[in-house]
T-cell receptor, first 113, second 115 residues
Framework: DSGVTQTPKHLITATGQRVTLRCSPRSGDLSVYWYQQSLDQGLQFLIQYYNGEERAKGNILERFSAQQFPDLHSELNLSSLELGDSALYFC????????????FGPGTRLLVL | AQTVTQSQPEMSVQEAETVTLSCTYDTSESNYYLFWYKQPPSRQMILVIRQEAYKQQNATENRFSVNFQKAAKSFSLKISDSQLGDTAMYFCAFMSTGANSKLTFGKGITLSVRP
């Protein structure tokens, strides 16, 4: 158990819908990262937050957005869902000091029908 | 932009034997981190080992060790005394030490440990 929690574990929805994925980082970790794992794209970085502020953006679609709240949990919002958005979405957190390691949650498996 | 290459898609090893997984990367930076993550069938991403580029000594974690060749931009993972529980997908990853500390992953290698 990495200490990072993600809900829900599984999500099945229809095209055009909107979903919210939730992540709670390890206690004391200020950074939260979101990654997408799909068969064709592999593991891709989406976005990073540090202590409530956006720090870096990757290949995140405009239909996707995220935020980190004062209690440091983070949410990833996916809207106007398409079949190709079906993937495993991971949240990871890292400690305040620059130790480098990122610890991953169990992921949310999204299936868009 | 950094790239990470894992050219072997699959490998197989007999239980109790040793296996080495290869990884190469490309970067113009002088300091960075390299990682190996394990993804078993549960799909959980588990950190196996970490190497800081400015440290010449190769990292070790129990049965796992790395061979870090900075000049060659090579970062291989050696698993000794392979166990059935080592069966998983293994990802090599690169991370800059700058403000943008995202992980850049290779495509992964599927390792099967045979009983």
């Amino acid at each position: 158990d990495s200490g990072v929690t993600q809900t829900p574990k599984h999500l099945i929805t229809a095209t055009g819908q909107r979903v919210t994925l939730r992540c709670s980082p390890r206690s004391g970790d200020l950074s939260v990262y979101w990654y997408q794992q799909s068969l064709d794209q592999g593991l891709q970085f989406l976005i990073q937050y540090y202590n409530g502020e956006e720090r870096a953006k990757g290949n995140i679609l405009e239909r996707f957005s995220a935020q980190q709240f004062p209690d440091l949990h983070s949410e990833l919002n996916l809207s106007s869902l398409e079949l190709g958005d079906s993937a495993l979405y991971f949240c990871a957190s890292s400690p305040r000091d620059p130790s480098g390691a990122q610890y991953f949650g169990p992921g949310t498996r999204l299936l868009v029908l | 932009a950094q790239t990470v290459t894992q050219s072997q898609p699959e490998m197989s090893v007999q239980e109790a034997e040793t296996v080495t997984l290869s990884c190469t990367y490309d970067t113009s930076e002088s300091n960075y981190y390299l990682f190996w993550y394990k993804q078993p069938p549960s799909r959980q991403m588990i950190l196996v080992i970490r190497q800081e580029a400015y440290k010449q000594q190769n990292a070790t974690e129990n049965r796992f060790s790395v061979n870090f060749q900075k000049a060659a931009k090579s970062f291989s993972l050696k698993i000794s005394d392979s166990q059935l529980g080592d069966t998983a997908m293994y990802f090599c990853a690169f991370m800059s030490t700058g403000a943008n500390s995202k992980l850049t992953f290779g495509k992964g290698i599927t390792l099967s440990v045979r009983p």
